[in-house]
């Protein structure tokens, strides 16, 4: 599973140096609404909105105390550098500009990007998931965390083994998850496609990339994955060749411990989206305090 960098796009702007949230003052469904507004009007941006939320959220480490979506950090180009994050410097925080500009100071990108989650996953068909408000921006980069803290796709020998597995554990267990919670926020991957101009790999997990469901954990299961022969990274299609897995996905239903909540997803779409609903809501609050719980729709 070798490990593959993302070429990181050029950013050569960091967007504004910040503002804090103050919740009373803040119409947090009409923020939703305008971000609904973006989804609405095309479908596919969805997707891009949900991964904004949690690469800003998924850098937490529990011992360090740092990271996490707080304080809104990958605004600033330093973090939008980072491997993982390749493309969201020109797609979901240019999208979301408009919307922090029309609220200013009395809503942080932090607020905004994490709020921006959850309004797509409910856009796209998924649960409406808790969410609360008052995180305060960081004012520079130096509250960026180092790269590598995110997934990646494939590490160790190329293609799906047990690396893949000990990569995910490790990196989900930093930020305090569990097995379950591992696999139920890989569900995620019903929505969305990957780029070769972004993560270097390419196509959809699902036929119906702009809708929430468990289709994602039934794939998984039921279609025979097959290396695909390309010249991009090592990745899996169906026989039909439309659709695609990465080895960190196919290493779900290989290890025994993950594929227990595979088998649970794929038969209980309730209970994913009950699973889904808390492990998001944890992931976006993350190393945050003083939040406040928001009714945002």
């Not at 709020?115 to 921006?137: M, N």
């Not at 000990?166 to 930093?174: E, G, K, P, V, Y």
């Not at 960190?248 to 227990?260: A, E, T, Y």
């Amino acid at each position: 599973a070798a490990s593959v960098p993302a070429t990181a796009n050029a950013i050569s702007w960091p967007f504004g140096g910040g503002g804090g949230s103050t919740a009373t003052s803040t119409d947090y469904k009409a923020v939703a609404d305008d971000i609904a507004a973006i989804i609405k009007g095309d479908p596919d941006k969805g997707p891009t909105l949900v991964r904004l939320a949690w690469h800003s959220s998924g850098t937490y480490d529990k011992m360090s105390k740092d990271g996490g979506s707080g304080g809104g950090t990958i605004r600033f180009k330093e973090e939008l550098a980072h491997g993982g994050n390749a493309g969201l410097g020109d797609t979901a925080v240019v999208w979301m500009e408009d919307v922090k500009k029309k609220y200013g100071d009395s809503l942080s990108y932090a607020d905004l990007y994490t709020l921006g989650g959850v309004v797509a996953i409910k856009e796209l068909g998924g649960p409406k998931i808790t969410w609360s408000s008052g995180r305060v921006d960081a004012l520079d980069p130096s509250a960026v965390t180092p790269d590598g803290r995110l997934p990646n796709a494939d590490v160790g020998p190329s293609g799906s083994d047990p690396d893949d597995a000990a990569h995910l554990r490790t990196i989900f267990n930093r930020m305090g998850f569990d097995d379950q919670e591992i696999v139920a926020l890989s569900g995620a991957h019903a929505l969305g496609r990957c780029h070769t101009t972004a993560s270097g790999y390419d196509g959809p997990w699902t036929p119906l990339p702009t809708t929430f469901n468990n289709l994602y954990f039934s794939l998984l299961k039921q279609v025979n994955w097959t290396k695909r022969d390309w010249s991009g990274p090592f990745q899996y299609e169906d026989d039909g060749k439309k659709l695609m897995m990465l080895p960190s996905d196919l290493v779900l239903i290989q290890d025994d411990k993950f594929k227990k909540y595979v088998d649970l997803y794929a038969g209980d779409q309730s209970k994913f989206f009950e699973d889904f609903s808390k492990a998001f809501n944890k992931l976006e609050e993350l190393g945050t305090t003083n939040l406040k719980d928001t009714e945002w729709a």
